[in-house]
Every structure is written in structure tokens, then in C-alpha cells.
């Protein structure tokens, strides 16, 4: 059975940092992509963050020079490092497992940065 466990969110002022991490259970992690996706109230879920097997890592132009995404494949586990937190951050942070043929998603996480 695959999961995704999100943990980490909660509420923080702006300016402030949180780390959102994602355990992965019953799939091989090493083998594949995994992102951070976050849906606002009343909008559509966005891509934040990815981060490929070797670790090559892309941000949504919102985030970049203040989030930063990592992995421990030993840990089956993705991080999202955020700082500068604002207010327009807030959301529910959802974790993505994909690779050709396959896509998981987790739970999600909620994210409330108050101004």
C-alpha cells in the first residue's frame, strides 16, 4: 500500500519559516520525481517545488530565493525548507510521487501565515 505523509504545517506570522516534510511508504522513492503542490481557497492546486532522483530542483517563480526543496532517499523523505513566510502563502501543501505510469499523492498539510 503506498502512503504519503505530509507533516510540518501549521500557523506561523509572516516573515516566519516552516519545514514541510513527506514520508513515503511502498514505493521505490529513489526511482521517482517528487513535488510540492499547495491549493489556496478557491483556487486551483499550483505547483510549488519538484525535485528530480538525482536532485535537481525547480520552484514556481512565487517561491523561488525563499523555499528550497530536498530529498534523503535513505529516509524516503521530501522536504520544503520555508522561509519569508506571506500571508499569500497560505494553503493546503500537498506532496506528489510521480514517474511514468504512476502518480500518489498525499494528504496534505495546512499552511496558515497570518499577516
Known amino acids: 500500500q503506498v502512503q504519503l505523509v505530509e507533516s510540518g504545517g501549521g500557523l506561523v506570522q509572516a516573515g516566519g519559516s516552516l519545514r514541510l516534510s513527506c514520508v513515503a511508504s511502498?514505493?521505490?522513492?529513489?526511482?521517482?520525481?517528487m513535488a510540492w503542490y499547495r491549493q489556496a481557497p478557491g483556487k486551483q492546486r499550483e505547483l510549488t517545488a519538484g525535485?528530480?532522483?538525482?536532485?535537481?530542483?525547480n520552484y514556481a517563480d512565487s517561491v523561488k530565493g525563499r523555499f528550497t526543496v530536498s530529498r534523503d532517499n535513505a529516509k524516503n523523505t521530501v522536504y520544503l525548507q520555508m522561509n519569508s513566510l506571506k500571508p499569500e502563502d497560505t494553503a493546503v501543501y500537498y506532496c506528489?510521487?510521480?514517474?511514468?505510469?504512476?502518480?500518489?499523492w498525499g494528504q496534505g498539510t495546512q499552511v496558515t501565515v497570518s499577516s
Open positions: 511502498g514505493i521505490t522513492f529513489r526511482t521517482y520525481f
Open positions: 506528489k510521487a510521480v514517474k511514468p505510469g504512476f502518480l500518489y
Open positions: 525535485i528530480d532522483s538525482a536532485g535537481t530542483a
